[in-house]
């Protein structure tokens, strides 16, 4: 394996990240050719937490779009500070300025200084550059915020009308994650480079776990692996357990004093692993079958 990546995966893991050698190459290609990365997978699988670890790894900013139906580009972008402008046209007024023809331009010019702009996340990230731009959960917004998104990822400059032209000085590093609520655009995709991240093997989760919360005892974390595993594997759960709720399930069975697992702890503490009524029958049924013995 190439020596920046084994490096890259190391430096993550220094952050607390555990990458595997497919998501380490794509992260370190996705820098090095300076392209956004694409991040689809199943809900709880580290796909923000990497864009977080990278920040923390590069040392840059962390800037976060929080995408949702119905999000705009004013909203990303940048919005004029309204209530602050009319505060500044009031206190010109008592200051007594008649407005005379010359004036009215001047004033209305003054109304879009940039001490009225409000910066949204991508124009922060333009402005502070270098940065880390996570656009998280984009297959909840619209073709139209995708449009936008699309402009901004090939050209990494916005033109504001009264004020001139933001380019970044270094392209921010940009990390995009869907949970694939729909499917992204050709185009968009076409800009990125993509990689899906599967739920991990029993011994990366296991290191997971012991990584983020080392307060768990070596025994009981493999435990609670090994079952979350099986159910993941078993299929007829709406929403399989994510390493979120494998390390919020450990958690609370550390807070219970559980040192060993057991069915009837183990059903008194679902609530931290499944989140539907449903699934929570179907998984207490499990539970007795794989704990009882
Ligand atoms: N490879 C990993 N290394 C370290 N921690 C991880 C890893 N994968 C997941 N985690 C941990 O699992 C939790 C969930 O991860 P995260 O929130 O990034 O998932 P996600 O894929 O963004 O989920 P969602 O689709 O629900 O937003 C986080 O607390 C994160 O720290
Ligand atoms: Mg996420």
């Known amino acids: 394996m190439d020596d920046g990546v084994a490096a890259l995966a ?26 956004p990365l694409l991040l689809e997978g199943e809900p709880g699988t580290g796909k923000t937490a990497l864009a977080e670890a990278l920040a923390a790894t590069l040392g840059r900013p962390l800037i976060r779009v929080q995408c949702y139906e119905g999000i705009d580009s004013t909203q990303a972008l940048y919005d004029w500070d309204f209530p602050r402008q009319i505060l500044h046209l009031r ?109 991990p093997g029993l011994e990366r989760e296991v290191a997971i776990l012991r990584e983020r919360a080392p307060e768990v005892s070596a025994e009981l974390a493999r435990q609670v692996v090994g079952v979350v595993q099986q159910l993941r594997a078993g299929g007829d759960l709406l929403k399989p357990p994510g390493v979120a709720e494998t390390l919020d399930w450990a958690r609370a069975l550390h807070h219970l004093g559980t040192a060993e697992l057991d069915a009837e702890t183990a059903a008194r503490t679902l609530g931290a692993l499944v989140k539907y009524r449903d699934d929570a029958e179907r998984v207490r049924a499990a539970l007795d079958r794989m704990l009882t013995p």
């Not at 220094?14 to 820098?31: I, M, N, P, R």
């Not at 402009?151 to 921010?172: M, N, W």
């Not at 050709?186 to 990125?192: T, V, W, Y």
């Open 10 to 35: 190391d430096r993550l893991r220094e952050v607390g990240y555990l990458a595997d050698d497919d998501l380490a190459t794509v992260v370190f290609l996705a820098l090095r050719m300076e392209r």
């Open 91 to 199: 206190a010109l007024e008592a200051l007594g300025r008649d407005g005379g023809d010359g004036e009215v331009a001047e004033l209305e010019k003054s109304l879009y200084d940039e001490r009225f702009l409000l910066a949204r996340p991508v124009l922060t990230a333009l402005q502070q550059s270098p940065s880390v731009l996570l656009v998280d959960e984009v297959d909840r917004a619209d073709d139209e915020f995708e449009a936008f998104l699309l402009e901004v990822l090939s050209t990494y400059r916005v033109t504001i009308p009264e004020l001139g032209t933001v380019a970044a000085a270094q392209p921010p590093t940009v990390v995009l994650t869907s949970n694939r609520t729909r499917e992204l655009h050709d185009a968009l995709k076409r800009r990125c480079l993509y990689h899906w991240i599967d739920h």
